[in-house]
């Protein structure tokens, strides 16, 4: 006897029990693909080198930026001078109630005192770009940082959250693996040789750290444009134009007026700006839409660090989006900058001999 089925409801049933067969075996099969994949991601070595390195540069330089300009007006928007807002007896922030980032708080009263830890932190934040020690100097900074960003809770934005949070996602990674002091000694001598079990677990904790960032990013990025689109001025297409044109946000009052003359234009920036967000993380996938896609963030942040007076909030947010920048493409940048300057320096001593020579030569061969 054949053990084919004979009836038109027992060739059904083995057809549909062949397709789910298939559809399992192929589910099963997609799914072992992904998570080789995955492990092989993992695994196989630390990504986005040169990307985090940028991040420490920028967010040392962002640190050191908002240090330096604030200098002259240190004590009175941190310090003893801004008493008066009621911080320094009840801060509105859980941080200086902490004994880990009190440091500022406890000195803030003491103009001598505030300003040492302030020269400390601005040392540090030089030390943090340079990427020298870099194990020792980031814990260091993140409580200072956090104890001195957290003084006076009217001067701050989102930046410094994001800041902070980045900072505590860099203590798993290796931001000092490239363009760095450290980089330059590890070169010498490596902590753990390739291979061995403290290399692997570094690879996984790096690579691991840079997928939190990137869903801290997207989140961001995401969520605020979906509160956007909620809002009429959003949705309408002029909210851009609202904040321009206050006091606090307006910082360039003639520059704002010329981005906002034309109604088209505010109406693409609005819709476009919505738009980017909620995509931003989508637009990743493929070559030509990152391409956009990070060409259109980093003009959306030079545009709100200009028009609305936030650079620091703006340098924050490049600096955790250069993740996104393929190592080979940093690579490829800072090889050419440095065949330039090299080229440069080598142009130099060939000018200073061609004006040598070109000068006139006097008596007994005297120039």
């Keep these: 006897m054949s053990d084919q089925p004979t009836t038109p409801v027992a060739r059904f049933g083995a057809f549909i029990g ?17 998570i080789e994949t995955l492990e092989r991601w993992l ?60 440091a500022f708080h406890r000195v803030a009263a003491n103009d001598v005192a505030f300003t040492i830890l302030y020269l400390l932190l601005m040392g540090l934040a030089v030390l ?31 930046g410094d959250n994001m ?59 995401a969520a605020g444009g979906l509160y956007k689109a909620q809002g009429a001025p959003w949705a309408e297409g002029y909210a851009v134009y609202n904040p321009l ?11 704002s007026d010329l981005v906002t003359a034309w109604g088209p234009m505010v109406a693409i920036a609005t819709w476009g700006s919505v738009l980017l967000q909620i995509a931003f993380l989508f637009m990743l996938l493929s070559r030509p839409t990152r391409l956009a896609g990070l060409f259109g963030i980093l003009s959306f942040h030079i545009a709100i660090g200009v028009l609305m007076g936030l650079p620091w909030f703006s340098l924050t947010m490049i600096a955790i989006d250069s993740i996104f920048i393929r190592d080979r493409s940093w690579h490829e ?17 060939t000018k200073a001999d061609a004006v040598a020579d070109a000068e006139p030569v006097g008596v007994g061969g005297e120039r």
């Design 43 to 102: 695994f196989s070595g630390k990504k986005s080198l040169y990307g985090l390195a940028v991040t420490r540069i920028i967010f040392g330089l962002t640190a050191f930026g908002l240090l330096l300009t604030n200098f002259s007006t240190r004590l009175y928007t941190f310090g003893s001078g801004s008493a008066w807002n009621g911080e320094m007896r009840a801060p509105l922030s859980d941080f200086p109630q902490i004994w880990l980032f009190s």
């Design 163 to 221: 800041f902070r949070i980045a900072l505590i996602l860099l203590f798993f990674a290796d931001p000092a693996a490239r363009w760095s002091l450290d980089a330059r000694r590890r070169a010498k001598r490596e902590w753990f040789p390739p291979g061995s079990s403290g290399h692997q677990i570094g690879t996984v904790l790096h690579n691991l750290a840079l997928v939190a960032l990137t869903a801290q990013v997207a989140f961001v990025y």
């Design 333 to 349: 940048l800072g090889s050419q900058i440095r065949e330039r300057w090299r080229a440069t320096a080598r142009q130099e001593p």
């Design 128 to 158: 943090f770009a340079l990427g020298w020690r870099f194990r020792i100097v980031l814990p260091v900074f993140f409580v200072m940082w956090v104890s001195f960003i957290e003084m006076n809770d009217m001067v701050g934005d989102q």
């Design 18 to 34: 062949s397709l789910i067969a298939g559809a399992w075996m192929a589910a099963m099969n997609g799914l072992g693909r992904a």
């Design 245 to 255: 044109q206050t006091a606090r946000f307006g910082t360039w009052p003639i520059l």
